[in-house]
């Protein structure tokens, strides 16, 4: 990138504070996810009715009794948020990640040390784009996976249907979107459309994966679905030369969960998005880290407080990864930081070329 391409980006994005009025805590004890005794990585959401612990509740009555485990902890969200103090509010967030999409294919070909340090910064190679990438078949069987889960626990399990939907602008969001909440039987007062919103978006790294598709695009591949206000035409967090921190990505997770919370009276939330950010959503609510699988989706029952005063937060500079400006020698089972191994005639980029952000819209 050119110098004044440079002083450019950093002008739009030298801005220091934002205020956060919420406090986040995830409400443990409902879910199998939230308990340290659940093994992430051998975890099945479908098999698990989303992780709904059976269990009896405070709220439970005579009238409730024959009612299944989601009707009765639908009751007792109800009686929760009838009980909580005017600035406190229980939401039910459900999580979802994308399918697998042709940038995680290509992950596993390359394998990840020559993934980060080289190909992920290519648009692809002689046969796959994985910049903004689609999903790959296996990534569409997955949604369908999902489909056919939300289509049983609507219809049989009595799993309230969500109130309001939100997706990452990313192409594998918008598509696992469309395919997760196609052809539901949804109450006819919350349809399925789903608002696009920037900061939904995967941690902003150097991959080309992580640059989304401009306005015009996404409205002509998926025409029914409204942007958030101030959405813009074109990408103006991607640079491809520093990207966000995870502390930087924690701040802007706030901003949108601030957003939602304060805008949207729903209870029950779909938020199609990504590994990186829900890892991200999820520290911000304060939840344990419960890493997820293409295609896998986790529910957060959280509460939110809106506190007397704002509290300003600063976000932190984006920065540089290191990187090789052509391909590995040979694949490093030493990657670590600063760890590409680079051809001699490629030297490794790992310093800072430029300390910029915070940014915010
Ligand atoms: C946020 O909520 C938690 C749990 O309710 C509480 O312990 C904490 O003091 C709150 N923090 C602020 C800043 O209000
Ligand atoms: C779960 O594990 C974390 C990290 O090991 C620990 O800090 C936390 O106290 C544990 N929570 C419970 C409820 O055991
Ligand atoms: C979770 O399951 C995986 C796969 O079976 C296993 O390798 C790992 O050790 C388990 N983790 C814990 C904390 O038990
Ligand atoms: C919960 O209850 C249902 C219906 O009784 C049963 O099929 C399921 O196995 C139970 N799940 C757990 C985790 O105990
Ligand atoms: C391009 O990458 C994909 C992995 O996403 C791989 O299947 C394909 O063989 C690669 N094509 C070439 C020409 O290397
Ligand atoms: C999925 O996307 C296609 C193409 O934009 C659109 O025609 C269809 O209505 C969408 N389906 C849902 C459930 O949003
Ligand atoms: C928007 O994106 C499309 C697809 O990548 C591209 O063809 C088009 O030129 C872009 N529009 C502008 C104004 O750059
Ligand atoms: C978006 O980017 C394209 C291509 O770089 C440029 O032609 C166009 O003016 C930009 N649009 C806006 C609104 O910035
Ligand atoms: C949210 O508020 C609007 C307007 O007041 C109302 O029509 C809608 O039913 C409410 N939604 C929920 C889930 O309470």
Same mark, same amino acid.
Request: with cysteine; net charge negative.
């Given at each position: 990138m050119k110098l004044?391409t440079l002083a450019a980006v950093h002008a739009?994005l030298a ?19 939230? %308990? ?23 709220? %439970? ?13 639908? &009751? ?25 999409? &042709? ?13 980060n340090c080289?190909?992920?910064l ?81 941690g902003i790294s150097l991959h ?29 967090y991607w640079t491809g030369v520093v990207g966000e921190t995870p502390d930087a990505q %924690? ?6 969960? %601030? ?55 600063s976000t932190p500079s984006f920065t540089i990864s290191p990187h090789c400006t ?10 670590g930081v600063g760890g590409c191994?680079c051809?001699?005639?490629?030297a490794p980029v790992t310093t800072p070329l430029i300390s910029i952000g915070p940014f915010?819209?």
């Amino acid at each position: 990138m050119k110098l004044s391409t440079l002083a450019a980006v950093h002008a739009a994005l030298a801005t220091i504070t934002i205020a956060t009025s919420m406090n986040y805590t995830t409400v443990t004890g409902y879910f199998l996810q939230d %308990d340290n005794a659940t093994n992430a990585t051998t975890f099945d959401y479908t098999t698990t009715n989303l992780g709904l612990i059976n269990r009896t509740y405070p709220s %439970d009555t005579s009238t409730t009794q024959t009612q299944t485990q989601w009707q009765r902890f639908t &009751h007792h969200l109800t009686t929760l948020n009838a009980n909580t103090p005017p600035h406190t509010t229980h939401k039910l967030l459900i999580l979802g990640r994308h399918g697998e999409g &042709h940038h995680n294919a290509a992950e596993s070909f390359y394998g990840t040390p020559a993934w980060n340090c080289y190909y992920s910064l290519l648009n692809g190679n002689a046969t796959t784009s994985w910049a903004d990438p689609t999903l790959t078949e296996e990534g569409i069987e997955q949604a369908l996976v999902a489909n056919k889960f939300f289509a049983h626990a609507l219809s049989e399990s009595g799993m309230p249907a969500p109130q309001s939907y939100y997706t990452s602008p990313m192409q594998r969001c918008l598509a696992t979107a469309n395919l997760t909440f196609s052809g539901l039987d949804l109450p006819a007062k919350y349809p399925f459309i789903p608002t696009i919103k920037e900061f939904l978006r995967e941690g902003i790294s150097l991959h080309t994966c992580d640059r989304r598709h401009n306005r015009t695009y996404i409205a002509s591949m998926y025409p029914d679905y409204p942007f958030e206000a101030g959405f813009a035409e074109n990408d103006t967090y991607w640079t491809g030369v520093v990207g966000e921190t995870p502390d930087a990505q %924690d701040v802007r997770s706030r901003t949108v969960l %601030d957003d939602i919370f304060s805008n949207d009276n729903s209870t029950y939330i779909s938020i199609t998005s990504h590994s990186g950010e829900i890892a991200s959503l999820l520290r911000v609510l304060g939840h344990r880290v419960f890493s997820l699988r293409t295609g896998a989706v986790i529910p957060v029952l959280v509460k939110a407080e809106t506190m007397k005063d704002e509290v300003s937060t600063s976000t932190p500079s984006f920065t540089i990864s290191p990187h090789c400006t052509a391909p590995l020698v040979t694949s490093a089972s030493s990657f670590g930081v600063g760890g590409c191994l680079c051809p001699s005639s490629a030297a490794p980029v790992t310093t800072p070329l430029i300390s910029i952000g915070p940014f915010r819209r």
